[in-house]
């Protein structure tokens, strides 16, 4: 019986083959990007409930504000409880720590080496616009409780002629117009954040 010798060149030829197949092609870069892939959507994906919670937050205590300054152009302060503080300008304080937070959360997805891997890098982009949003949020939340504490004790007095002047001479100094300003600006900031997140299908 014949026995057939297959060439030593052709065996290596094989394994090699096999090797290569068997560590995806490229090993390391593929293992590093998978990895890489995972740690960004963990990321994203718990700084996005953190945002949705926020979110509703911030237009609470605007929706409060805008009840606040409509009050005191009408002179009708029957939405508010007399002799109490609303806490408007405490409400839009009690943002600034969650905003700072949040921020710390979307750094975490600015990494160079997220950054070079296309497919994922659009997670950098992502966190990059929403923390550019979330810095005008916060200046805008600021703003907002300079002029809310002036307020605060205004409407827990009662006193509608001071309340209502106080808010004519805000609109007028050009304070209002500022913050309502600032708060469309971070409005526009976050949907384009939020048209990156669609367009690129981030943590799907």
């Known amino acids: 019986m014949r026995r057939f010798r297959i060439p030593m060149a052709i065996l290596l ?53 805008t009840k606040a300054v409509m009050a005191a152009l009408s002179g009708n ?37 997220i950054e070079q891997y296309k497919g994922i890098d659009s997670y950098v982009q992502y966190a990059k616009a929403m923390i550019k949003a979330l810095d005008i949020q916060k200046e805008a939340t600021n703003k907002g409780i300079t002029f809310l504490g002036k307020l605060d004790p205004l409407i827990a007095a009662g006193n509608v002629q001071a309340l209502k002047s106080t808010v004519d001479q805000s ?11 600032l708060q469309k600006e971070a409005k526009d900031a976050f949907e384009k954040a939020e048209q990156i997140k669609l367009e690129q299908s981030l943590g799907s």
């Open 13 to 65: 030829g094989f394994f090699t083959v096999a090797l290569l197949v068997g560590c995806g092609g490229g090993g390391k870069g593929e293992s590093e990007y998978q990895t890489l892939l995972k740690r960004a959507k963990r990321i994203f994906n718990g700084a996005e409930v953190k945002w949705k919670d926020l979110k509703e937050r911030i237009a609470k205590v605007e929706d409060g504000n």
């Open 77 to 113: 302060l029957s939405g508010f409880e007399p002799g109490k503080s609303p806490g408007l300008a405490d409400s839009g304080r009690a943002l600034l720590p969650d905003i700072d937070s949040l921020k710390l959360e979307y750094q975490k997805l600015i990494d160079p080496k």
């Open 171 to 181: 609109i007028q100094s050009g304070e209002v117009p500022e913050i309502q300003r």
